[in-house]
């Protein structure tokens, strides 16, 4: 009958690198690439996650190729994918799947990377930074593990620092700065004047001597 002459067109397990879809096939397919198809498959296999493959006919997991370090395979990948900044891959990872974000007080600048950088003098890095960020004007910082903008230091009062500093600096003989936290000094005002660095104000001008403009770092005598 049909049944028993299907039945005898039958021939065995679908061989190794090929896969039968059901219900009864006539043809075996060729196993896709980004999988592999052992004897007797009726569905071709995803390669694992952290491996990839773009060849056809894979028979076993083996035949997948695994991650480089660095680089990152989704399941059933036909090539692996290059970590993005901020992330990365490294040898000790036994399953690439995905890139781990770089710590905070690190960053990566670059794609495809297999570590971190510590974060620069004058900046802050959180967690999957891409790039060091500056401190903010009126704060500094000389360590390499800052991991957000509280990490760097408020400017003393008379001291200034500018965006990114590793360091503050002393106002100028001319100016001041009467709190902390200060971008930059301030110059006196016309009628004072101040000889000395790092200073929190200002000096009126003295008896004798006239200060006509701003910034004076020395009061000028009255002429004859």
Known sequence: DAQYQLSA???????????????????????????FCPEGSSVALPCAPGSFSNATKNDEQSDCTLADAG??????????????????????????????????????????????????QGSYCPVGAAAALPCEGGSYSSATSNDEPSDCTPTDAGYFAATGSIAQTACAAGTMA???????????????????????????????SHCGVAGLAASILCPP
Do not use: I, W
């Open 9 to 35: 067109l039958c021939q065995g397990s679908c061989p190794p690198g090929k896969y039968c879809p059901e219900p009864a096939t006539t043809q075996a397919l060729d196993c896709p690439t980004a999988h």
């Open 71 to 120: 680089y990152f395979a989704a399941t059933g990948s036909v090539a692996q994918t290059a970590c993005a900044k901020g992330t990365f891959t490294d040898a000790t990872m036994a399953v690439k799947d995905s890139c781990t974000p770089c710590a905070g007080g690190e960053y990566q600048d670059a794609e495809g990377q297999t570590a971190c950088k510590s974060c620069e």
């Open 178 to 208: 009467h709190s902390s936290g200060m971008e930059k000094c301030s110059a006196c005002d016309p009628g004072t004047y101040q000889n000395e660095m790092g200073a929190t104000e200002c000096k009126p001008c003295p008896r004798g």
